[in-house]
Protein backbone atom coordinates (compact mmCIF):
# COMPACT_ATOMS: atom_id res chain seq x y z
CA UNK A 1 0.00 0.00 0.00
CA UNK A 2 1.34 3.29 -1.08
CA UNK A 3 0.39 6.23 1.51
CA UNK A 4 0.22 9.91 0.93
CA UNK A 5 -0.02 12.73 3.48
CA UNK A 6 -1.74 15.72 3.06
CA UNK A 7 -1.48 18.74 5.05
CA UNK A 8 -3.36 21.82 4.55
CA UNK A 9 -3.11 24.88 5.60
CA UNK A 10 -2.04 28.48 5.13
CA UNK A 11 -0.44 28.77 8.53
CA UNK A 12 1.63 25.71 7.36
CA UNK A 13 2.61 27.07 3.79
CA UNK A 14 3.56 30.14 5.41
CA UNK A 15 6.38 28.64 8.24
CA UNK A 16 3.63 30.07 10.88
CA UNK A 17 3.23 26.73 12.55
CA UNK A 18 5.90 23.63 12.55
CA UNK A 19 4.23 20.67 10.78
CA UNK A 20 4.62 17.87 13.13
CA UNK A 21 1.58 16.02 11.90
CA UNK A 22 3.62 14.50 8.98
CA UNK A 23 5.98 13.58 10.92
CA UNK A 24 3.91 11.96 13.41
CA UNK A 25 1.87 10.18 10.40
CA UNK A 26 4.69 8.69 8.30
CA UNK A 27 6.56 7.34 11.32
CA UNK A 28 3.69 5.56 12.26
CA UNK A 29 2.83 4.34 9.05
CA UNK A 30 6.17 2.66 8.98
CA UNK A 31 5.58 0.70 11.95
CA UNK A 32 1.90 -0.43 10.64
CA UNK A 33 3.83 -1.86 7.18
CA UNK A 34 2.83 1.14 5.37
CA UNK A 35 5.09 2.79 2.72
CA UNK A 36 4.95 6.83 2.68
CA UNK A 37 6.00 7.71 -1.21
CA UNK A 38 4.70 11.59 -0.80
CA UNK A 39 4.35 14.12 1.73
CA UNK A 40 2.44 17.24 0.47
CA UNK A 41 1.48 20.47 2.02
CA UNK A 42 -1.25 22.80 0.65
CA UNK A 43 -2.66 26.36 1.98
CA UNK A 44 -6.42 26.90 2.16
CA UNK A 45 -7.31 27.93 -1.46
CA UNK A 46 -9.57 25.08 -2.84
CA UNK A 47 -8.42 25.01 -6.53
CA UNK A 48 -4.95 23.99 -5.41
CA UNK A 49 -5.84 21.44 -2.73
CA UNK A 50 -8.15 19.61 -5.95
CA UNK A 51 -5.07 19.81 -7.77
CA UNK A 52 -3.31 17.86 -5.32
CA UNK A 53 -5.90 15.75 -3.97
CA UNK A 54 -6.36 14.72 -7.90
CA UNK A 55 -2.66 13.77 -7.95
CA UNK A 56 -2.90 12.15 -5.30
CA UNK A 57 -5.97 9.56 -6.24
CA UNK A 58 -3.79 8.60 -9.35
CA UNK A 59 -0.50 7.91 -7.56
CA UNK A 60 -1.44 6.27 -4.02
CA UNK A 61 -3.74 3.93 -2.60
CA UNK A 62 -3.88 5.73 1.14
CA UNK A 63 -4.70 9.29 1.49
CA UNK A 64 -4.55 11.09 4.84
CA UNK A 65 -5.44 14.51 4.87
CA UNK A 66 -4.90 16.59 8.27
CA UNK A 67 -6.32 20.40 8.84
CA UNK A 68 -9.64 22.11 7.36
CA UNK A 69 -12.60 20.31 8.87
CA UNK A 70 -13.13 23.48 11.18
CA UNK A 71 -16.37 25.75 10.79
CA UNK A 72 -14.94 28.58 9.37
CA UNK A 73 -14.97 29.68 5.58
CA UNK A 74 -11.74 28.94 4.52
CA UNK A 75 -12.14 24.92 6.13
CA UNK A 76 -12.93 23.69 2.94
CA UNK A 77 -10.91 20.16 2.75
CA UNK A 78 -14.43 18.17 2.84
CA UNK A 79 -16.30 19.85 0.22
CA UNK A 80 -13.31 19.64 -1.97
CA UNK A 81 -12.89 16.25 -1.75
CA UNK A 82 -16.15 15.63 -2.01
CA UNK A 83 -16.78 17.45 -5.03
CA UNK A 84 -13.89 16.16 -6.97
CA UNK A 85 -15.09 12.62 -6.06
CA UNK A 86 -18.52 13.38 -7.07
CA UNK A 87 -19.84 12.40 -3.69
CA UNK A 88 -22.72 14.74 -2.26
CA UNK A 89 -22.79 16.25 1.05
CA UNK A 90 -24.96 14.89 3.45
CA UNK A 91 -25.75 16.29 7.01
CA UNK A 92 -26.01 13.66 9.35
CA UNK A 93 -28.32 14.31 12.43
CA UNK A 94 -26.90 11.75 14.88
CA UNK A 95 -23.57 13.56 14.45
CA UNK A 96 -25.55 17.38 14.38
CA UNK A 97 -27.02 15.92 17.47
CA UNK A 98 -23.37 15.16 19.21
CA UNK A 99 -21.90 18.50 19.03
CA UNK A 100 -24.95 20.32 19.68
CA UNK A 101 -24.02 18.44 22.88
CA UNK A 102 -20.38 19.21 23.22
CA UNK A 103 -21.28 22.91 22.85
CA UNK A 104 -24.26 22.50 25.83
CA UNK A 105 -21.80 20.52 27.88
CA UNK A 106 -19.14 23.20 28.17
CA UNK A 107 -21.94 25.96 28.26
CA UNK A 108 -20.92 27.61 24.84
CA UNK A 109 -22.94 28.36 22.36
CA UNK A 110 -23.16 26.90 19.12
CA UNK A 111 -22.99 29.41 16.12
CA UNK A 112 -25.10 28.00 12.80
CA UNK A 113 -21.40 27.22 10.89
CA UNK A 114 -20.49 24.69 13.64
CA UNK A 115 -23.44 22.15 11.83
CA UNK A 116 -21.48 22.23 8.82
CA UNK A 117 -18.99 19.74 10.96
CA UNK A 118 -21.84 17.24 11.07
CA UNK A 119 -21.39 16.73 6.90
CA UNK A 120 -19.98 14.33 5.05
CA UNK A 121 -19.78 12.17 1.80
CA UNK A 122 -22.32 9.97 0.63
CA UNK A 123 -21.23 6.68 1.79
CA UNK A 124 -18.91 7.99 3.84
CA UNK A 125 -18.06 6.94 7.86
CA UNK A 126 -17.70 9.39 10.90
CA UNK A 127 -14.41 9.35 13.10
CA UNK A 128 -14.84 9.99 16.15
CA UNK A 129 -13.33 13.11 17.91
CA UNK A 130 -13.47 12.36 21.47
CA UNK A 131 -11.79 15.98 22.57
CA UNK A 132 -13.19 18.29 19.60
CA UNK A 133 -15.72 19.41 17.31
CA UNK A 134 -14.60 18.41 14.08
CA UNK A 135 -14.69 14.86 13.23
CA UNK A 136 -12.83 12.42 10.79
CA UNK A 137 -13.72 11.16 7.87
CA UNK A 138 -13.25 8.03 6.29
CA UNK A 139 -13.85 6.97 2.33
CA UNK A 140 -13.66 3.72 0.37
CA UNK A 141 -13.53 4.88 -3.32
CA UNK A 142 -12.42 2.69 -6.22
CA UNK A 143 -9.89 0.65 -4.14
CA UNK A 144 -8.78 4.30 -2.25
CA UNK A 145 -8.66 4.52 1.27
CA UNK A 146 -9.29 8.47 2.30
CA UNK A 147 -8.91 9.52 5.46
CA UNK A 148 -10.00 13.06 7.07
CA UNK A 149 -8.69 14.38 10.24
CA UNK A 150 -8.56 17.82 12.47
CA UNK A 151 -5.43 19.54 11.57
CA UNK A 152 -4.67 20.25 15.94
CA UNK A 153 -1.99 17.20 16.72
CA UNK A 154 -3.40 16.48 19.80
CA UNK A 155 -7.11 15.92 18.01
CA UNK A 156 -5.29 14.17 15.22
CA UNK A 157 -3.35 11.78 17.27
CA UNK A 158 -5.86 10.30 19.41
CA UNK A 159 -8.14 9.95 16.19
CA UNK A 160 -5.85 8.55 14.19
CA UNK A 161 -4.77 5.86 16.84
CA UNK A 162 -8.41 4.69 18.33
CA UNK A 163 -10.10 5.34 14.87
CA UNK A 164 -8.12 4.74 12.00
CA UNK A 165 -5.26 2.42 12.72
CA UNK A 166 -7.47 -0.69 12.83
CA UNK A 167 -9.41 0.72 8.70
CA UNK A 168 -5.80 0.83 7.39
CA UNK A 169 -3.77 -1.93 9.14
CA UNK A 170 -1.60 -4.17 6.38
CA UNK A 171 -1.00 -7.52 6.78
CA UNK A 172 2.42 -7.43 6.32
CA UNK A 173 5.05 -6.15 8.98
CA UNK A 174 7.68 -3.59 9.05
CA UNK A 175 10.28 -3.53 11.78
CA UNK A 176 12.85 -0.48 11.60
CA UNK A 177 15.90 0.08 13.78
CA UNK A 178 18.41 3.03 13.67
CA UNK A 179 21.91 3.12 14.32
CA UNK A 180 23.13 6.62 15.11
CA UNK A 181 26.46 8.20 14.26
CA UNK A 182 29.06 10.68 15.05
CA UNK A 183 32.63 11.45 13.28
CA UNK A 184 31.71 10.30 9.91
CA UNK A 185 30.04 12.12 7.05
CA UNK A 186 27.48 11.12 5.61
CA UNK A 187 29.13 10.28 1.81
CA UNK A 188 32.19 8.36 3.49
CA UNK A 189 29.26 6.44 5.64
CA UNK A 190 27.54 5.67 2.68
CA UNK A 191 30.55 4.37 0.16
CA UNK A 192 31.17 2.29 3.42
CA UNK A 193 27.53 0.50 3.51
CA UNK A 194 27.13 -0.06 -0.31
CA UNK A 195 30.65 -1.81 -0.19
CA UNK A 196 28.57 -4.35 2.16
CA UNK A 197 26.30 -4.95 -0.20
CA UNK A 198 23.34 -5.20 3.18
CA UNK A 199 20.29 -4.44 0.47
CA UNK A 200 18.11 -7.48 -0.21
CA UNK A 201 14.82 -8.90 -0.76
CA UNK A 202 13.42 -7.92 2.71
CA UNK A 203 16.38 -5.70 3.86
CA UNK A 204 16.58 -2.14 2.83
CA UNK A 205 19.70 0.03 4.91
CA UNK A 206 19.39 3.93 4.55
CA UNK A 207 21.14 7.27 5.97
CA UNK A 208 19.59 10.48 7.21
CA UNK A 209 21.99 12.93 8.24
CA UNK A 210 21.28 15.45 11.32
CA UNK A 211 23.85 18.64 12.18
CA UNK A 212 26.94 16.57 13.44
CA UNK A 213 25.33 13.06 13.07
CA UNK A 214 23.88 10.17 10.55
CA UNK A 215 21.73 7.96 11.33
CA UNK A 216 21.69 4.75 9.77
CA UNK A 217 18.13 3.23 9.49
CA UNK A 218 17.49 -0.56 8.79
CA UNK A 219 14.03 -1.42 7.42
CA UNK A 220 13.14 -5.06 7.79
CA UNK A 221 9.91 -6.13 5.60
CA UNK A 222 7.90 -8.88 4.82
CA UNK A 223 5.15 -11.12 6.38
CA UNK A 224 7.32 -13.62 8.84
CA UNK A 225 7.90 -11.59 12.06
CA UNK A 226 10.63 -14.25 13.35
CA UNK A 227 12.30 -14.16 10.20
CA UNK A 228 12.36 -10.40 9.45
CA UNK A 229 13.80 -10.15 13.24
CA UNK A 230 16.96 -12.40 12.02
CA UNK A 231 17.75 -10.85 8.90
CA UNK A 232 17.56 -7.26 10.76
CA UNK A 233 19.62 -8.49 13.48
CA UNK A 234 22.04 -9.87 11.22
CA UNK A 235 22.42 -6.65 9.19
CA UNK A 236 22.69 -4.39 12.49
CA UNK A 237 25.43 -6.72 13.20
CA UNK A 238 27.52 -6.73 10.32
CA UNK A 239 27.33 -2.61 10.89
CA UNK A 240 28.80 -3.17 14.24
CA UNK A 241 31.81 -4.73 12.86
CA UNK A 242 32.65 -2.37 10.01
CA UNK A 243 31.14 0.74 11.50
CA UNK A 244 31.79 0.58 15.57
CA UNK A 245 34.36 3.40 16.10
CA UNK A 246 31.47 5.77 14.69
CA UNK A 247 28.45 4.22 16.59
CA UNK A 248 27.11 5.97 19.95
CA UNK A 249 23.91 4.62 20.21
CA UNK A 250 20.85 3.52 18.78
CA UNK A 251 16.74 4.24 17.90
CA UNK A 252 17.71 8.40 17.77
CA UNK A 253 18.69 8.42 21.49
CA UNK A 254 20.33 11.56 22.09
CA UNK A 255 24.30 11.91 22.56
CA UNK A 256 23.61 13.82 26.04
CA UNK A 257 21.48 11.06 27.16
CA UNK A 258 24.09 8.13 26.30
CA UNK A 259 26.78 10.21 27.94
CA UNK A 260 24.46 11.15 31.18
CA UNK A 261 23.75 6.86 31.34
CA UNK A 262 27.16 5.88 30.87
CA UNK A 263 28.45 8.42 33.64
CA UNK A 264 25.54 7.29 36.31
CA UNK A 265 26.80 3.63 35.46
CA UNK A 266 30.33 4.43 36.17
CA UNK A 267 29.41 7.04 39.11
CA UNK A 268 31.31 9.62 37.61
CA UNK A 269 30.83 13.51 37.45
CA UNK A 270 31.97 16.04 35.31
CA UNK A 271 32.77 19.89 34.98
CA UNK A 272 33.18 21.98 31.81
CA UNK A 273 34.35 24.88 30.90
CA UNK A 274 33.36 26.37 27.18
CA UNK A 275 34.56 28.94 25.18
CA UNK A 276 33.11 28.91 21.71
CA UNK A 277 29.96 27.27 22.61
CA UNK A 278 29.18 29.48 25.15
CA UNK A 279 27.52 26.92 27.79
CA UNK A 280 25.75 25.21 25.01
CA UNK A 281 27.51 21.86 25.91
CA UNK A 282 26.13 21.82 29.51
CA UNK A 283 22.88 23.11 28.17
CA UNK A 284 22.24 19.70 26.53
CA UNK A 285 23.71 17.66 29.69
CA UNK A 286 21.12 19.16 31.98
CA UNK A 287 18.41 18.98 29.56
CA UNK A 288 18.66 15.40 30.36
CA UNK A 289 16.48 14.46 33.42
CA UNK A 290 18.31 13.54 36.42
CA UNK A 291 21.41 15.06 34.97
CA UNK A 292 21.93 16.95 38.72
CA UNK A 293 23.76 13.25 39.71
CA UNK A 294 26.37 13.28 37.66
CA UNK A 295 27.37 17.41 36.11
CA UNK A 296 28.78 19.64 38.84
CA UNK A 297 29.47 23.00 37.23
CA UNK A 298 29.63 25.04 33.82
CA UNK A 299 32.02 27.63 33.87
CA UNK A 300 31.57 29.94 30.34
CA UNK A 301 35.15 31.47 29.66
CA UNK A 302 35.12 33.12 26.98
CA UNK A 303 37.45 35.51 27.30
CA UNK A 304 41.21 35.10 27.53
CA UNK A 305 41.16 37.41 31.00
CA UNK A 306 38.21 35.08 32.19
CA UNK A 307 40.59 31.43 31.35
CA UNK A 308 43.14 33.62 33.25
CA UNK A 309 41.25 33.86 36.44
CA UNK A 310 38.88 31.07 36.44
CA UNK A 311 40.91 28.31 34.78
CA UNK A 312 44.43 29.86 35.30
CA UNK A 313 45.47 29.60 31.95
CA UNK A 314 48.82 31.24 31.50
CA UNK A 315 49.35 34.50 29.86
CA UNK A 316 52.14 33.14 28.60
CA UNK A 317 50.06 29.87 26.59
CA UNK A 318 47.54 32.38 25.43
CA UNK A 319 50.17 34.88 24.04
CA UNK A 320 52.36 32.51 22.65
CA UNK A 321 49.70 29.76 21.06
CA UNK A 322 46.59 31.53 21.00
CA UNK A 323 43.19 31.62 22.97
CA UNK A 324 42.16 28.54 20.18
CA UNK A 325 45.27 26.23 20.68
CA UNK A 326 45.55 22.62 21.87
CA UNK A 327 47.92 24.45 24.92
CA UNK A 328 44.79 26.82 25.77
CA UNK A 329 42.23 24.02 25.68
CA UNK A 330 44.59 21.60 28.02
CA UNK A 331 45.18 24.28 30.59
CA UNK A 332 41.34 24.78 30.78
CA UNK A 333 40.94 21.26 31.63
CA UNK A 334 43.76 21.12 33.87
CA UNK A 335 42.50 24.55 35.57
CA UNK A 336 39.14 23.36 36.23
CA UNK A 337 39.86 19.43 37.13
CA UNK A 338 42.26 21.27 39.77
CA UNK A 339 39.35 23.54 41.01
CA UNK A 340 36.98 20.94 41.57
CA UNK A 341 36.81 17.67 43.12
CA UNK A 342 34.87 15.96 39.39
CA UNK A 343 36.46 12.74 37.98
CA UNK A 344 36.21 14.62 34.81
CA UNK A 345 36.58 17.59 32.90
CA UNK A 346 35.71 18.68 29.57
CA UNK A 347 36.69 22.25 27.76
CA UNK A 348 36.06 23.53 24.71
CA UNK A 349 37.81 26.72 22.38
CA UNK A 350 37.33 27.75 19.16
CA UNK A 351 36.35 30.20 16.08
CA UNK A 352 32.39 30.07 15.54
CA UNK A 353 32.44 32.82 13.30
CA UNK A 354 31.83 34.62 11.25
CA UNK A 355 34.43 36.53 11.84
CA UNK A 356 37.57 35.75 13.48
CA UNK A 357 39.31 33.24 11.17
CA UNK A 358 42.82 33.56 10.00
CA UNK A 359 44.80 31.16 7.15
CA UNK A 360 46.60 29.43 10.20
CA UNK A 361 43.30 29.23 11.97
CA UNK A 362 39.89 29.22 10.08
CA UNK A 363 36.63 29.46 10.85
CA UNK A 364 35.13 26.09 12.53
CA UNK A 365 38.89 25.43 14.13
CA UNK A 366 37.77 24.05 17.00
CA UNK A 367 39.54 21.91 19.79
CA UNK A 368 38.53 19.82 22.44
CA UNK A 369 40.22 18.89 25.77
CA UNK A 370 39.11 15.19 27.96
CA UNK A 371 40.99 15.20 31.49
CA UNK A 372 40.27 12.86 34.20
CA UNK A 373 43.00 12.51 37.20
CA UNK A 374 44.85 9.68 34.96
CA UNK A 375 44.80 10.81 31.55
CA UNK A 376 43.53 13.11 28.90
CA UNK A 377 42.92 13.06 24.84
CA UNK A 378 42.48 16.50 22.54
CA UNK A 379 40.50 16.26 19.35
CA UNK A 380 41.26 18.78 16.92
CA UNK A 381 38.32 19.74 14.31
CA UNK A 382 37.79 21.63 11.75
CA UNK A 383 34.09 22.62 11.40
CA UNK A 384 31.86 24.14 8.33
CA UNK A 385 28.75 25.68 8.44
CA UNK A 386 27.10 29.26 9.89
CA UNK A 387 27.91 30.08 13.60
CA UNK A 388 25.03 28.08 15.18
CA UNK A 389 25.91 25.59 13.33
CA UNK A 390 29.78 25.56 14.17
CA UNK A 391 28.41 25.15 17.92
CA UNK A 392 26.16 22.62 17.73
CA UNK A 393 28.70 20.29 15.58
CA UNK A 394 31.21 21.14 18.20
CA UNK A 395 28.81 20.54 20.85
CA UNK A 396 27.86 17.12 19.90
CA UNK A 397 31.48 16.30 19.11
CA UNK A 398 32.13 17.31 22.40
CA UNK A 399 29.61 14.85 24.12
CA UNK A 400 30.71 11.98 21.97
CA UNK A 401 34.78 12.64 23.02
CA UNK A 402 33.25 12.86 26.79
CA UNK A 403 31.82 8.89 25.84
CA UNK A 404 35.05 8.02 23.92
CA UNK A 405 37.38 8.42 26.96
CA UNK A 406 34.46 6.76 29.32
CA UNK A 407 34.45 3.69 27.51
CA UNK A 408 38.05 3.21 27.19
Wanted: charged fraction near 30%.
Amino acid sequence: MIAEIITIGTEITTGSILNTNSKYLANRFLELGIETYYLTSVDDDPKRLKDIFSIALKRSDLIVTTGGLGPTKDDLTKEVISRTLDLPLERDSVMEEKIESIFVNTDRKMTENNRKQAEKPKGADFIENRIGTAPGIFIRHDNKKIVMLPGPPREMKMMFEQGVVPLISEEHIIISKSINTIGIGESSLETQLLKMNLNTKNISVTTFPSEGEVEIKIIAKGKDKTILNNELNLTLARIEDELSDFIYGYDNMGIEKVVTDILKEKKRRLAICESCTGGLIASKITSVPGSSTIFDRCIVSYSNNAKIEELNVSKDTLEKYGAVSEETAYEMAKGLLDKTDVDLVLSITGIAGPDGGTTKKPIGLVYICVMDREKYRIAKCKFSGNRNSIQNRAAIRALDEIRRILLE
